[in-house]
T-cell receptor, first 112, second 111 residues
Framework: NAGVTQTPKFQVLKTGQSMTLQCAQD?????MYWYRQDPGMGLRLIYY???????DKGEVPNGYNVSRLNKREFSLRLESAAPSQTSVYFC???????????FGEGSRLTVL | SQQGEEDPQALSIQEGENATMNCSYK?????LQWYRQNSGRGLVHLIL?????REKHSGRLRVTLDTSKKSSSLLITASRAADTASYFC???????????FGKGTRLSVIA
């Protein structure tokens, strides 16, 4: 029972490169989220999926796309990475929109 | 934009002392939650208090909620070195809006 699994854990990109962060959960939760965490900024919501087949923008969606592949998987794609996207990215899941969230261990992305 | 704002930003105490962190928010909420984050790790849920509750306990944690002042406090009693972490409040609004997190309080417990 792994909970919430994020891959990769670390990634270094050059400006303009693309990549996809993967998130998978085995908790049978309906809702999945992508947050970014920057020093002094707390967590900011990028995109979320309230249920399979739906996605919605959060506070900071620009430069990102998401796919809710099925109930278990929610991916975050950076099409053309920028240094401003250097951050730690967290995937989270929950049964309902305003209920308790369960977080992955984070993916640390550096864009040079 | 951030809904919850924690205060203080950083707190350093001796082992055995109590630690109090505060969270203020701006709009009406359905519930308020507290999370802990150890260095380099993901966030872990600690406690949820609903808008119609005033106080809740879980082990050494005590959370209060004052909806008239739009504020909450998290008290950790008899702190231990293992409580060293960042603590975040998160507010759940009415309707179908996701949780919004504050910027966190960094707690250091010195043995």
């Amino acid at each position: 029972n792994a909970g919430v699994t994020q891959t990769p854990k670390f990634q270094v990109l050059k400006t303009g490169q693309s990549m996809t962060l993967q998130c998978a959960q085995d908790m049978n939760h309906n809702s999945m989220y992508w947050y970014r965490q920057d020093p002094g900024m707390g967590l900011r919501l990028i995109y979320y999926s309230a249920s399979e087949g739906t996605t919605d923008k959060g506070e900071v969606p620009n430069g990102y796309n998401v796919s809710r592949l099925n109930k278990r998987e929610f991916s975050l794609r950076l099409e053309s990475a920028a240094p401003s996207q250097t951050s730690v990215y967290f995937c989270a899941t929950g049964q309902g929109i305003t209920g308790e969230l369960f977080f992955g261990e984070g993916s640390r992305l550096t864009v040079l | 934009s951030q809904q919850g704002e924690e205060d203080p930003q950083a707190l350093s105490i001796q082992e055995g002392e109590n630690a109090t962190m505060n969270c203020s928010y701006k709009t009406s909420i359905n519930n308020l939650q507290w999370y802990r984050q150890n260095s380099g790790r993901g966030l872990v849920h600690l406690i949820l208090i609903r808008s119609n509750e005033r106080e809740k306990h879980s082990g050494r944690l005590r959370v209060t909620l004052d909806t008239s002042k739009k504020s909450s406090s998290l008290l950790i009693t008899a702190s231990r070195a293992a409580d060293t972490a960042s603590y975040f409040c998160a507010t759940g609004g009415s309707g179908n809006t996701p949780l919004v997190f504050g910027k966190g309080t960094r707690l250091s417990v010195i043995a």
